[in-house]
């Protein structure tokens, strides 16, 4: 199994600055995407950012030029850099890692615990 361990949620003003964190451990023979969703109250999760295991990002229309992904894959952890948060960035953040067990495994997914994101206005 992998374990994903988040950190760095917390209350902001907006206008503010956050980075979460989300280490993986466990059985891990190599780790491909990476990415960050959230989910507001009342709304679907949706994708935040991810990064490839050869650097590539993608970002969501909402966040690019605020938000920078970013991973150390020697730690196996992935960052999320929150800057000029608005009210509306509010919502809880998981991290998303797809990984391998073996060289010849089909590609596993795991999920983070969630951190809270709250931006007050």
């Known amino acids: 199994q992998v374990q994903l361990v988040e950190s760095g949620g917390g209350l902001v003003q907006a206008g503010g600055s956050l980075r979460l964190s989300c280490a993986a451990s466990?059985?891990?023979?190599?780790?491909?995407?990476m990415g960050w969703y959230r989910q507001a109250p009342g709304k679907q999760r949706e994708l935040v950012a991810h990064?490839?295991?050869?650097?590539?990002?993608n970002y969501a229309d909402s966040v690019k030029g605020r938000f920078t992904i970013s991973r150390d894959n020697a730690k196996n952890t992935v960052y999320l850099q929150m800057n000029s948060l608005k009210p509306e960035d509010t919502a809880d953040y998981y991290c998303?890692?797809?990984?391998?067990?073996?060289?010849?495994?089909?590609?596993?997914?795991?999920w983070g615990q969630g951190t809270q994101v709250t931006v007050s206005s």
């Open positions: 998303n890692v797809e990984w391998l067990r073996t060289p010849y495994s089909r590609s596993s997914a795991s």
């Open positions: 466990g059985s891990i023979f190599s780790i491909n995407r």
């Open positions: 990064i490839t295991s050869g650097g590539s990002t």
